[in-house]
């Protein structure tokens, strides 16, 4: 048995303040990069970061900027400025070289309704541009369950994509505050389990988006983690927590799950 390799999401301007404290907890970064700041970072800074966690031996992965974004928009201006950020988002990953990078669908039925289908175009176009723009990177692209209620339209978007980068990040605190009501983890695995190549462990009570380390909310862990050992036992797992307290606590309540055969 070894130790799994834990990733924690880590906003790009906090990394190298805390690289000491990463490293002392033996966690590999997920960098987020918001879309503002991609308008004002610079190259060296980047390439900074980059030679850090390479003489550190830190991989990483990079979260996509996500707020008022949306890939599959009904609004041409909001598309446009959505496939702007992820064009940006790409040239950092050619430097940062993530095993993995983690956009929003941007999807929820009670602003399309019946528009579905248009949701569904416009997201193949971004994602089409995304995967052509990362080739030579050659990252896995998934897209996270935010607040679907159930897995159906991040199930379209992968069949009609089909491209064996093109993935699914399983958030699984945010299974319990939007799907838990209609879709089992059972259930979620089945579907979509085969497609995960990362997934975000954090825990809530199913009342608001708390980030809590393991066993701090209401989530069945001990079955979360049997089905991920069972249908995705390559993907990345990346802890969510937004203090260093938070953390530290999230790393030790994951310790008894975080090995592998």
């Known amino acids: 048995m070894s130790d799994r390799i834990i990733h924690a999401h880590v906003p790009f301007l906090q990394l190298e303040d805390n690289l000491g404290f990463i490293l002392e907890k033996g966690v590999h970064p997920e960098i987020f990069l918001a879309g503002d700041l991609l308008d004002t970072v610079i190259p060296e800074q980047v390439e900074s970061v980059a030679a850090s966690l390479q003489a550190a031996k830190l991989t990483c992965t990079i979260h996509a900027p996500f707020i008022d974004l949306n890939p599959g928009s009904e609004e041409k201006l909001i598309r446009e400025t959505t496939r702007l950020r992820f064009r940006q988002i790409c040239v950092v990953a050619w430097v940062l070289r993530p095993k993995v990078m983690v956009f929003h669908p941007g999807y929820d039925k009670w602003r399309y309704g019946e528009k579905q289908s248009s949701w569904l175009k416009h997201s193949i176009d971004t994602f089409t541009e995304v995967l052509a723009a990362t080739e030579q990177t050659g990252c896995n692209i998934a897209v ?18 089909n491209h064996p980068r093109f993935r699914h990040c399983f958030d699984v605190g ?8 209609n879709i089992s983890l059972p259930e979620w695995f ?24 393991v066993g701090e909310g209401g989530i069945d862990f001990e079955q979360y983690f049997a089905l991920l050992k069972r249908y995705a036992p390559q993907a990345v797992w990346t802890l969510e927590a937004h203090s260093r307290s938070s953390l530290e606590r999230a790393v030790k309540s994951i310790a008894p799950f975080a090995t592998k055969d």
């Open 174 to 181: 945010h299974w319990n505050l939007f799907s838990a009501n």
């Open 190 to 213: 089945t579907l979509l389990g085969a497609q995960m190549a990362e997934v975000h462990i954090h825990d809530n009570n199913g009342l608001r988006d708390d980030h809590a380390p």
């Open 144 to 161: 996270e369950n935010i607040f679907e209620e159930e897995p159906s339209t991040l199930l379209a978007l992968l069949e009609a994509v």
